[in-house]
């Protein structure tokens, strides 16, 4: 089995998440690393989340914290291969980091700037995680993705249902979606209904 589109999961903060998305052959769990984050896991909290999934890849999410401080951080977290943050000016300096860098934003901020931020994405080889305030996405906001994902890998992280997930990914030329993970009810219970129903949308026949 395999999906049809990269498929990034953020926020994850419980195993039940993990190897639930693993099993789905999912591309790349999140980790929020910002200390004062309500999802923080610690070094030891994600030694053993990953510990028990195989066949994906781990990133590190971060907002505001410096270059250096990633990457004194991610001395502590060993096998993370990606690193998501919302200042491109901060993932430019990780560069020769080794790791794939993912660029969040809110589409809006970015208005009128697609071309700029297009070129500057595709030179670098960052991805981009395009979120929009609307549960819907507005027609301005896919003419703007469309501007983007012309020339740089965008990964859509809003508007995102089981209906429309197959045909956004068609319609914006998106590289993947991003989907987040969410709090268990107790240990080992999770309602999975809504990422269920969207990452079997993309499930491919064997």
């Known amino acids: 089995m395999a999906l049809s589109t990269f498929v990034k999961i953020g926020g994850v903060t419980n195993l039940s998440d993990a190897r639930y998305c693993a099993g789905m052959y999912v591309d790349v769990?999140?980790?929020?690393?910002?200390?004062?984050?309500?999802?923080?896991?610690?070094?030891?909290?994600?030694?053993?989340?990953?510990?028990?999934?195989?066949?994906?890849?781990?990133?590190?999410?971060?907002?505001t914290e410096t270059a250096e401080y990633i990457l004194q951080k991610?001395?502590?977290?060993?096998?993370?291969?990606?690193?998501?943050?919302?200042?491109?000016?901060?993932?430019?300096?990780?560069?020769?980091?080794?790791?794939?860098?993912?660029?969040?934003?809110?589409i809006n901020e970015i208005k009128h700037l697609e071309a700029e931020i297009s070129d500057r994405?595709?030179?670098?080889?960052?991805?981009?995680?395009?979120?929009?305030?609307?549960?819907?996405?507005?027609?301005?906001?896919?003419?703007?993705?469309?501007?983007?994902?012309?020339?740089?890998?965008?990964?859509?992280?809003?508007?995102?249902?089981?209906?429309?997930?197959?045909?956004?990914?068609?319609?914006?030329?998106?590289h993947g979606i991003a989907l987040e993970g969410g709090e268990e009810i107790k240990p080992g219970l999770k309602d999975f209904d809504q990422l269920a129903e969207i990452l079997e949308e993309l499930e491919l026949e064997d």
């Open 74 to 106: 991610l001395e502590k977290y060993p096998t993370v291969s990606w690193i998501q943050h919302r200042s491109l000016e901060v993932l430019t300096e990780l560069i020769d980091s080794g790791k794939n860098l993912i660029y969040e934003v809110n």
């Open 121 to 174: 994405l595709a030179n670098l080889d960052i991805f981009i995680l395009l979120r929009s305030p609307h549960e819907k996405l507005e027609e301005d906001e896919e003419e703007s993705i469309l501007k983007i994902s012309d020339k740089a890998s965008v990964l859509l992280g809003s508007g995102i249902t089981a209906f429309n997930v197959n045909a956004l990914k068609e319609k914006l030329k998106l």
């Open 29 to 63: 769990l999140g980790f929020d690393m910002e200390d004062h984050s309500e999802k923080f896991v610690n070094p030891t909290q994600f030694e053993e989340i990953t510990g028990w999934v195989s066949g994906v890849e781990f990133a590190a999410e971060f907002q």
